[in-house]
């Protein structure tokens, strides 16, 4: 297994225009675009005009903050993190699905693993494989899945803007993607805005898709006018043009703000002459304290724990104990690299910190606030490059912060999937969740600090090179190629993956790591054959192989079995 109508939404696109140019509606749309939109809408407009006023009345508004490859490393110098940790539940033992972008952003949506959404990677190669991308999402019918829809059917009004899927794209002559469903209020900005400038927006008028490009300003412009450019600046003022509509208007919405910090371009140039290879605002690229809580020459390689690591002892084993292919065989990330990059990305995290702020300080006391990841970096940890992919702590854990009525501030033992937040919000909004969901929903931790129901989290990764034309290929080189498919299990204290280390179609060659992470907090050696962790390697390894037994796909429900599995 190895992404409002009426007068809200008008207020929406006049906040649009005024960021950029409107084209209008593609000529080359697809046919489809207007009728399955059109469904959805109107059976979310009538299970509104049913629902009784006085429940409406008390759902409460949720607010999600997507940050894009954002690495734990980075949490020190959000000043906003530590807010929400003070007012709220913090879940530090918090994973993803897969430490791909559009893989975890699928089961994100879903509450599915990847085996079930069918999303496997982040593209289709060029439309030529449905392992990936949006291709994949919408062929397996997530879109349909999704929580959003179920919210939208709920009386909710349903927002998003920012960084959707990879491959929901759009480019000069070519046809604007489908729109969505379940979504009141749809502002995607499309892929060129992973360089910072010069991008496309939409909305979603009559039931199609309209464009808005956002032109860059000249190189001649000053640093404050192309700051109010940057895609994470226009992404946040239309997030906060909603927010305040919807406050005023007090009728229950959902919100995700998905912002591009702080992945790095994808031009081989920057935009502007000098963009570094995590291109933060200008206002953000100089002083001692551009870094944010900490200062940017604190920020070393000993804030990255496994650099430098060697990776000899990391070497998978066969399940006879013998050392297996060794896959992790690229150059290692020179540290002089690493510190660059940390402080880029440490910078680039500042607007989205100052966002997530603006947010914390317009939502209501009725508000459910959000933050987290799509999945987590590397920069030279245990031998390895510059990316994602790979089962160890780097990629797959990413911070989980919640705000709103009735949480009880504290950190949780709960160790949650990136699955558990589909049925959240379904239980925040008075649904029981879909029975499709793998994950659990996590509204009675919010109250109560002590619950703990979960202790495992799994993980499935489908080998890159499958698909191919990753985004980040143009800087990680041959590095998430090489990462084999596998599945893996993760508790609080240990991780135990099982690679296919031969990646010929129809052939298996299991290698398994473990890593016990009492007295290191990274992968500081493989002993899964080793005696003294022998009893917990077995019991992982009988969570995996329970796991294996989970083979729904689609709206297929979850049995029990796959449910108590995570215990």
């Known amino acids: ?26 000529d080359g749309a697809r046919p489809s675009e207007g009728a399955a939109p059109q469904r959805v809408t109107s059976d979310a407009t009538a299970a509104a005009e049913l629902a009784p006023a006085a429940a409406r009345a008390t759902q409460p508004n949720i607010v999600v903050v997507m940050l894009d490859d954002f690495s734990m490393d ?34 994100f949506f879903t509450g599915q693993y990847p085996h079930q959404t069918g999303v496997r ?51 000069p002559g070519r046809a604007l993607p489908p729109v969505v469903p379940g979504w009141t209020t749809f502002h995607t900005v499309f892929g060129s805005a992973y360089d910072g400038w010069d991008f496309a927006s939409t909305s979603v008028v009559d039931d199609r898709l309209r464009l808005v490009q956002h032109p860059a300003p000249p190189a001649s412009a000053s640093n404050a006018t192309k700051d109010k450019a940057y895609a994470g600046a226009v992404i946040g003022d239309l997030a906060m043009d909603l927010i305040t509509t919807n406050e005023v208007a007090g009728a229950p919405y959902f919100l995700e703000v998905a912002l591009y910090a702080p992945h790095n371009r994808t031009n081989p140039q920057g935009h502007y002459a000098g963009d570094p290879l995590f291109p933060p605002m200008f206002r953000d690229r100089t002083g001692k304290r551009s870094c944010g809580r900490v200062a940017c020459g604190k920020l070393t390689v000993d804030d990255l724990p496994g ?58 006391p009725n508000t459910y606030v959000v933050l987290t990841s799509d999945n987590g970096f590397h920069l030279g940890q245990n031998g ?50 879909a029975p499709y969901r793998s994950g659990l929903s996590l509204v009675p931790t919010l109250a109560d600090p002590t619950v703990v129901r979960q202790s495992h989290a799994f993980l499935e990764h489908t080998q890159q090179t499958l698909t191919g034309n990753d985004p980040d290929a143009a800087f990680s080189g041959s590095e998430l190629d090489r990462i084999p498919s596998y599945t893996a299990v993760r508790s609080r204290t240990a991780l135990l993956a099982r690679f296919d280390l031969d990646p010929r179609p129809g052939k298996v060659t299991w290698g398994y790591e473990y890593y016990s992470y009492k007295r290191h907090g ?40 796959c449910r108590v599995v995570r215990q």
């Not at 999402?137 to 990879?166: I, M, S, W």
């Not at 899964?528 to 192989?545: G, I």
Request: hydrophobic share 35%; proline share 6%; net charge positive.
């Open 121 to 171: 990677t982040n593209t289709s190669n060029k439309g030529r494989s449905k392992l990936g991308g949006w291709p994949a999402y919408d062929v397996h019918g997530n879109p349909e899945r999704a929580f959003n829809v179920r919210l939208q059917e709920a009386g909710y009004r349903t927002g998003f803007v920012g960084k959707f899927l990879n491959e929901y794209e759009w480019s």
């Open 307 to 364: 650099f430098a690591d060697p990776r000899q002892d990391n070497r998978p084993r066969l399940a006879n104990g013998k050392r297996a292919r060794a896959w992790n065989t690229t150059r290692t990330l020179p540290a002089a690299a690493a510190v660059r990059d940390l402080r880029d990305r440490a910078r680039m995290a500042q607007s989205a910190d100052r966002l997530v702020k603006r947010i914390l300080d317009a939502v209501g």
């Open 384 to 433: 390895l490059g510059r990316g994602k992919g790979t089962p160890y702590d780097t990629d797959v854990r990413v911070p989980l912060l919640v705000t709103g009525p009735g949480v009880v501030p504290g950190a949780r033992r709960e160790v949650t999937s990136n699955i558990d937040l589909a049925p959240t919000f379904e239980e925040l909004a008075g649904l029981a969740p």
């Open 74 to 107: 980075l949490v020190q110098t959000m000043r906003s993190v530590q807010r929400m940790r003070k007012a709220g539940a913090s879940y530090p033992h918090s994973f993803v699905t897969d430490s791909l972008c559009c893989v975890s952003r699928s089961s």
């Open 522 to 561: 990274f992968e500081k050696r493989n002993t899964v054959a080793s005696r003294k962790h022998a009893p917990e390697v077995a019991a992982l390894m009988a969570k995996l192989t329970a796991f294996d037994g989970c083979q729904e796909v689609g709206d297929q429900p979850v049995s029990e079995a």
């Open 1 to 26: 297994m190895g992404y409002f109508k009426g007068a809200w939404a008008g207020v929406c696109l006049l906040a649009l225009m005024a960021c950029g140019t409107t084209v209008g509606p593609s």
